[in-house]
Every structure is written in structure tokens, then in C-alpha cells.
């Protein structure tokens, strides 16, 4: 019942932004931790960002000062500012929820991200 539905991807030039929106509805009112996994051709899934709901995140290295995530909790809502993308960022993007800790219970379809050089 409940989903997570990710938009703002597209194809961007290196250097360029993008911001990624996930929108989620059902019956959970509140989320512990949200955030954005990705995962390029050929290489294993990578949580990029995530957001507890007090505030605290964690970034992955190599998106850190470029990077920012952002929560609304009143709409159950999480977003990740992506700027000075490179070519290595393409992937597809996916936000996900967990209720409890990190244990990310709810996925989004994903939302495809595409830098070219």
C-alpha cells in the first residue's frame, strides 16, 4: 500500500544539477530515515544519502559538497540536490523509507539520471 514514486531525472551535462524528488503515499505516517540508493550498469547498488527524520545524513563519499539531501516530513517527502554531476554519477536513482533504524522497507521504482561528458 505504500509507494514511493522518485521524478527529476533526466540526462544533464557533466556540471550540471538536478534535483531529485520522492514523493510517498499509504498509510505510514511518518518515516525514520529516508534517503537515495543508486546503482550504475554493471556495478553493485550504493546508498548515495541519507536523512534521519531530526536532520542528521550521511553521504556517500565521492558526492560529498556536491550533494544535498533534504526531507518535509509533514509530506513524508525526501529530495537530493545533485550538482557538478560528473559522467560517473549515471545511474538510476532510487529513494527509500525505513520505519525502523535503517532498515529501508520501501523502495521507489527509480528514476534514471544520465551524465554525459
Known amino acids: 500500500q505504500v509507494q514511493l514514486v522518485e521524478s527529476g531525472g533526466g540526462l544533464v551535462q557533466a556540471g550540471g544539477s538536478l534535483r531529485l524528488s520522492c514523493a510517498t503515499s499509504?498509510?505510514?505516517?511518518?518515516?525514520?530515515?529516508m534517503g537515495w540508493y543508486r546503482q550504475a550498469p554493471g556495478k553493485q547498488r550504493e546508498l548515495v544519502a541519507d536523512?534521519?527524520?531530526?536532520?542528521?545524513?550521511n553521504y556517500l563519499d565521492s558526492v560529498k559538497g556536491r550533494f544535498t539531501i533534504s526531507r518535509d516530513n509533514a509530506k513524508n517527502t525526501v529530495y537530493l540536490q545533485m550538482n557538478s554531476l560528473k559522467p560517473e554519477d549515471t545511474a538510476v536513482y532510487y529513494c527509500?523509507?525505513?520505519?525502523?533504524?535503517?532498515?529501508?522497507?520501501?523502495w521507489g521504482q527509480g528514476t534514471q539520471v544520465t551524465v554525459s561528458s
Open positions: 536523512m534521519s527524520r531530526g536532520g542528521s545524513a
Open positions: 499509504g498509510n505510514i505516517f511518518s518515516f525514520n530515515v
Open positions: 527509500n523509507a525505513a520505519t525502523v533504524g535503517r532498515i529501508y522497507e520501501y
